[in-house]
């Protein structure tokens, strides 16, 4: 099967025109050269932007043999139409039966659009290989992360939004080949268009970060998140809330992790004065480790995790510090 | 100004999924339907927005007859009218379609729409919308004000926020922080019973996906305590046995 995978790029940590690749966009190449692999297909990645060939040659390790870079002024912020025409077009060039992009705000905003313009069924945020290519097949969450569901696409052509942090990447030997691409646009591709972008005080994005560290109303207030951000830092985690902590303001909203928030799946989740209620753990019950700490032996969110600790959120986080500033120092 | 506010009923967020022993549908016996928490705030943002502007808000859903007692409660909220359509709303492709068709009949100037449902949660709706449209989609638009023939939105981006501005007629789906729900008051309630809810059947369109199968999530093992006086050995474990960190 012919692949064609969206190779998002961003500049200084945002989605952007211009710049360079990063872990999503890696994690949509490697799955897309699995499922090329084992249908005996090629992967062509699409790239819109300006983007050095040193770059899309490179997207060669993860599995493309070719990159259709598409270079236009119009381009240097997403414009949710004007990409998705441009995928639609290298799609359609390309003859591709698959396309993959990473389910990330950015992937979100055009994948819905592709599928229109490509008759395409869509995969809104897979989080495994098809489990069957007849009829094609693939897993992902529902309610939420309160369940799972198998996604069957009918249509010729298949669009899937795989979840970040949900495939590894994987790396070999390979360059890709990179051609100019002009893909055509109408006005209407512009009718709306990018003012500003303002990156979120320096942090690293929620739905990408392997580690997590959450707090909840157990903290009392917004002046207590110094020992969260504190730990956060140590550990390279970004930082997120329960609902009724962004709900009173003391952290912005896109913090809010739950059924109503984000949902996420990191490698490493601290719910910190966290009581565990069934609309949070629906956000993030795909975490591999969760640890629970919290001062209420009976708090839900000890049923849901991995390790837990009953006491102090005040006593045990600074010491929690410590601790992992000792680990750090020695490893 | 005209505003065009989709809303779908999805089971309360306080809800216990469970699946029917064929595993092929949600069991939805005991389950309570609300509106969708953001289609909510994208109907409160409608409202707020009508009330600045002068206007009319109407609310569509696609769904069955058993859709109707949360299409009244949009309407006690304050919606002037309401459409359904009369159908499963079970793939995204399929119900944007049936909403282009409304939508292309009656000049909107707004077409709002939640993020994504919370029993999906794809998020595509929106985004299709706009392409059968030929119309900007915003999606995930924390901010919605408008000047004029022009919108000035703010969305979530991957690590931060965007400030777009648009052209109408646009289509955006909305997130948390665009308004605060309001709650029908008697006198709503009491008027809604009498505006107009108009049930017109499907258009043709092709669905391009469904679900097969569903399951619960695997349930986590037995959570390991440790004493709150000897957190060094929470960092060990996260190492040696988790190896997390």
Not at chain 2, 12 to 35: C, E, R, W, Y
Not at chain 2, 73 to 90: H, M, Q, S, V, Y
Request: hydrophobic share 40%.
């Amino acid at each position: 099967m012919s692949v064609l995978v969206f190779a998002e790029n961003w500049s200084e940590g945002l989605p952007s025109g211009g710049g360079k690749f990063k872990k999503s966009t890696y994690e949509a190449v490697s799955y897309a050269a699995e499922i090329a692999k084992q249908t005996s297909g090629t992967v062509t990645a699409v790239v819109i932007g300006n983007v050095s060939d040193d770059d899309m040659k490179a997207l060669g390790k993860y599995g493309a043999q070719k990159v259709l870079s598409v270079k236009n002024n119009k381009l240097n912020a997403l414009n949710p139409s004007a990409h998705a025409s441009a995928i639609a077009q290298a799609a359609q060039k390309e003859s591709s039966k698959v396309v993959v992009l990473s389910y990330t705000y950015s992937g979100k905003s055009v994948a819905g659009r592709v599928a229109v313009r490509l008759k395409a069924g869509l995969v809104a945020g897979a989080t495994a290989l098809p489990s069957s290519t007849s009829p094609f097949t693939i897993r992902k969450k529902c309610f939420s992360g309160k369940g799972l569901t198998d996604v069957v696409v009918s249509s010729d052509i298949k669009i899937i939004g795989i979840t970040p942090n949900s495939y590894k990447v994987t790396t070999g030997e390979g360059t890709a080949s990179v051609e100019n691409f002009a893909a055509t646009f109408t006005d209407a591709d512009f009718a709306s268009s990018s003012k500003e972008t303002k990156k979120t005080s320096g942090k690293i994005a929620l739905t990408e970060a392997e580690i997590v560290v959450s707090a909840g109303r157990g903290l009392k207030g917004s002046e207590n998140w110094k020992m969260v951000e504190e730990l956060a830092e140590l550990l390279g985690a970004a930082t997120a809330c329960s609902k009724p902590v962004a709900d009173v303001g003391w952290r912005p909203h896109h913090e809010h992790v739950g059924q109503t928030g984000i949902t996420i799946g990191p490698n490493l989740y601290f719910a910190i004065g966290i009581s565990g209620a069934i609309q949070h753990l629906a956000g993030v019950s795909s975490s591999k480790v969760i640890v629970a700490i919290n001062n209420d032996k009976e708090a839900p969110f000890f049923k849901a995790a991995t390790y837990g600790i009953c006491g102090d959120a005040f006593e045990v986080v600074p010491k929690l510090i410590e601790e992992i500033k000792k680990f750090k120092s020695a490893h | 100004m005209k505003f065009l506010v989709c809303i779908t009923q999805v089971p309360d967020t306080t809800t216990k999924i469970t699946f029917t022993p064929d595993q092929k549908a949600l069991n939805s016996a005991g389950v309570q339907f609300i509106i969708n928490p953001y289609d909510e705030i994208a109907l409160t943002r409608a409202l707020e927005l009508k009330e600045a502007l002068g206007g009319t808000v109407t609310v569509l859903t696609v769904g069955q007859a058993n859709t109707e007692a949360n299409i009244r409660k949009a309407l006690a909220i304050g919606a002037d009218d309401a459409i359904r359509i009369n159908a499963e709303p079970t793939d995204a492709y399929y119900v944007a379609s049936q909403i282009a068709e409304v939508a292309k009949k009656n000049a909107y100037d707004v077409i709002l729409t939640g993020k994504e449902s919370i029993d999906y949660n794809g998020g595509q709706v929106p985004t299709m919308l706009g392409e059968f449209l030929g119309l900007p989609s915003i999606s995930v638009a924390t901010k919605l004000d408008i000047n004029g023939t022009v919108a000035t939105l703010e969305r979530e981006i991957d690590g931060g926020k965007e400030v777009v501005e648009s052209k109408l007629p646009l289509v955006a789906g909305v997130q948390k922080g665009m308004a605060e729900p309001r709650i029908p008051n008697m006198r709503g309630i009491m008027t809604a019973k009498t505006k107009p809810l108009v049930v017109s059947e499907p258009v043709g369109a092709d669905k391009l996906s469904s679900s097969s199968q569903f399951e619960l999530p695997p349930a986590k093992g037995a959570c390991k305590m440790i004493d709150p006086n000897n957190v060094a050995e929470l960092v060990n474990l996260l190492h040696t046995e988790a190896k997390a960190i």
